[in-house]
């Protein structure tokens, strides 16, 4: 009886390790089809992509709640101090160009590494060229989101009670 049982496991045993290299010569001897998509797939991934980009790009901010409702501004600052010329020793330039939004003041000038302004709620967006004293330039826009101040309503609490009060 062990042996009829210890053979059929054996025959098993081979059974499953032929079936497994079969399924494995299969999958392996199948080619993967390349799927070509449309020039229009192509045109609108481009697209989403492309705003995609641009979504991440956009620096946000919220006005901060300060129980003052005159202030509606948030100070910003854009700093390009970072930005070099790979050829050792061009100097380089800035050019700051707002591009959209409620019209700022970039203070010191629109000529620094790094400028500040003070905006109000809304969406501004800057273009920033970087140029060396060779003429090589490159140019950025950078968008600005300024979300208004968060203002939550008030809470109401009424309690309902018989009685009088007094005059």
């Known amino acids: 009886m062990i042996f009829i049982i210890g053979g059929i496991l054996v025959g098993w045993k081979e059974y499953e390790k032929r079936a497994r290299g079969d399924v494995q010569k299969s999958l392996s001897s ?3 089809m390349s799927v070509e998509q449309s020039p229009l797939t192509l045109v609108q991934r481009t697209q989403l992509e492309t705003m995609a980009k641009l979504e991440r790009s956009k620096i946000r901010v919220m006005v901060e709640h300060d129980n003052s409702p005159i202030t509606d501004t948030y100070p910003m600052i854009l700093d390009a101090t970072g930005s070099y010329d790979p050829d050792l020793g061009d100097e380089i330039y800035f050019n700051w160009i707002q591009i959209s939004g409620k019209q700022v003041r970039l203070k010191p000038n629109n000529k620094s590494a790094k400028v500040s302004f003070l905006g109000e709620a809304g969406e ?9 004293n060779y003429g090589a330039r490159n140019t950025i826009l950078k968008s600005v989101l300024i979300e208004p101040e968060p203002n939550v309503a008030p809470v109401i ?3 309902v009670r018989q009685g009088a009060e007094l005059e």
């Not at 501004?124 to 060396?132: A, K, P, Q, W």
């Open 30 to 32: 199948q080619k993967l």
């Open 124 to 132: 501004y967006v800057f273009e920033l060229t970087v140029t060396d």
């Open 157 to 159: 609490n009424l309690k």
